[in-house]
């Protein structure tokens, strides 16, 4: 199918699908006209793609544990589950960091006397 018939069936734009293919997650096949073709096994790679992205994996990311569902499969080999999993502890790690920043300026600001400049 066409780039438009398959953001359709996908739901995913466009623009999307040709950035997919700039990145190199998706290679749709070529027709004599040089149109894109996209093939069933494509669209599913694509819903996998979507699906990575909005749980907020970055594309360098999505990139490396792509392999994990090759053949259709529709469970992450151990390798990618792996990285996922270390890539969802620095979040955690990143998140409480900016939960102490945020209490520690609440502090702050919640201070009666911030020290200021002095007139003499």
Known sequence: MRIGEASSASGVSRRALRLYEDEGLIVPGRCSNGYRDYCRSTLDRVLVI???????????????????????????????????????????????????????????????????????
């Open 50 to 120: 979507r699906s990575l992205l909005e749980a907020g994996l970055p594309v360098r990311l999505v990139r490396e544990v792509l392999p994990g569902f090759a053949d259709g499969r529709t469970r992450l080999d151990p390798r990618a589950r792996d990285q996922i999993a270390a890539y969802r502890d620095r979040l955690t790690r990143r998140i409480d960091r900016l939960e102490r920043q945020q209490a520690s300026l609440g502090e702050f600001l919640a201070r009666e006397h911030v020290a200021g400049p002095t007139t003499a």
